[in-house]
Antibody, heavy 118, light 107 residues
Framework: EVQLVESGGGLVQPGGSLRLSCAAS????????MTWARQAPGKGLEWVAN????????NYVDSVKGRFTISRDNAKNSLYLQMNTLRAEDTAVYYC???????????WGQGTLVTVSS | DIQMTQSPSTLSASVGDRVTITCRAS??????LAWYQQKPGKAPKLLIY???TLESGVPSRFSGSGSGTEFTLTIGSLQPDDFATYHC?????????FGQGTKLEIK
């Protein structure tokens, strides 16, 4: 059974940092594009970033460019999102997801809540 | 960025009804469109990819169509389990973008 488990969320002050992790089981992460998406409370989904199988290509939504960094450790079967200079508008549930290709998201984790507030 | 607009935002229907949700892209995305179903407090679930291809295990009452800028998701005969929020997503051009969601409610 495929499982993606996010961790690392929590309450952080504006300007602070968090590192999210996504641990995979039941799949070999190195075979797939991986994505982070988020959903602010009561709002729709927002695609945040993705990363190619070998880490050679990374793409971001403009609102997080220069502040967030997506990375992966295929040896650990894990995906990461380093979030710096956090803002109130980054408050959301963050999901990691495995793509079929780079875009359509076949498997999702359960999400981890990030709250940016003073 | 490509804007995805879903209509309606909310849809009230009854078990057994046939319903259609529309998703429009602000520019052509060929058929690089996915549909997801999401229930409260849960992660989204992929229903359809490449505009019209049903994901494995998804009931055949779900179907998708369209290309270019206009797409539809149709549920042939609503079942109680189908009341949820539906999202479209384009994956033609970065940044990939989602629609705002359509909440399907019981009438």
């Amino acid at each position: 059974e495929v499982q993606l488990v996010e961790s690392g969320g929590g309450l952080v002050q504006p300007g602070g940092s968090l590192r999210l992790s996504c641990a995979a089981s039941g799949i070999t992460l190195s075979r797939y594009w991986m994505t982070w998406a988020r959903q602010a409370p009561g709002k729709g989904l927002e695609w945040v970033a993705n990363i190619k199988q070998d880490g050679s290509e990374k793409n971001y939504v403009d609102s997080v460019k220069g502040r967030f960094t997506i990375s992966r450790d295929n040896a650990k079967n894990s995906l990461y999102l380093q979030m710096n200079t956090l803002r109130a508008e980054d408050t959301a549930v963050y999901y990691c997801a495995r793509g079929a290709g780079s875009g359509d998201l076949v498997y999702w984790g359960q999400g981890t809540l990030v709250t940016v507030s003073s | 960025d490509i804007q995805m607009t879903q209509s309606p935002s909310t849809l009230s229907a009854s078990v057994g009804d046939r319903v259609t949700i529309t998703c429009r892209a602000s520019q052509s995305i060929s058929d690089w469109l996915a549909w997801y179903q999401q229930k409260p407090g849960k992660a989204p679930k992929l229903l359809i990819y490449k505009a019209s291809t049903l994901e494995s295990g998804v009931p055949s009452r779900f179907s998708g169509s369209g290309s270019g800028t206009e797409f539809t998701l149709t549920i042939g005969s609503l079942q109680p389990d189908d009341f949820a929020t539906y999202h479209c997503q384009q994956y033609d051009t970065y940044p990939y973008t989602f629609g705002q969601g359509t909440k399907l409610e019981i009438k």
